[in-house]
Nanobody, 121 residues
Framework: QVTLMESGGGLVQAGGSLRLSCTDS????????MAWHRQAPGKEREFVAA???????DYGGSVKGRFTISRHNYKNVLYLQVNSVKPEDTARYYC???????????????WGQGPQVSVSS
């Protein structure tokens, strides 16, 4: 059973930074490919970033160069460092996991609750 729990959402000013975290203490965390997705009001869910191994990362085009995904397998924690935020980054950010890498950027099996990130201009 995979149970993902996120933290770190909130209100941030444009140009600022924040870090989202995601944990799961019940599974072999290191065996899962992990990702972040987001969904803004009235819009479709958007792939943000994925990490398979320490060096294996991928980013959506709108966040590349500003966001950084990382993981600490020993602590069972996934991070998303969000820098230079823009008002259009306002969304619910979902941690996701799947043992199948092929589903990770489109339809992963496991999702967190999705903390809200709001960016003020």
């Amino acid at each position: 059973q995979v149970t993902l729990m996120e933290s770190g959402g909130g209100l941030v000013q444009a140009g600022g930074s924040l870090r989202l975290s995601c944990t799961d203490s019940k599974t072999a965390f290191s065996t899962l490919a992990m990702a972040w997705h987001r969904q803004a009001p009235g819009k479709e869910r958007e792939f943000v970033a994925a990490i398979i191994s320490v060096d294996g990362t991928d980013y959506g085009g709108s966040v590349k160069g500003r966001f950084t995904i990382s993981r600490h397998n020993y602590k069972n924690v996934l991070y998303l460092q969000v820098n230079s935020v823009k008002p259009e980054d306002t969304a619910r950010y979902y941690c996701a996991a799947d043992a199948n890498i092929g589903r990770l950027t489109t339809a992963p099996n496991h999702w967190g609750q999705g903390p809200q990130v709001s960016v003020s201009s």
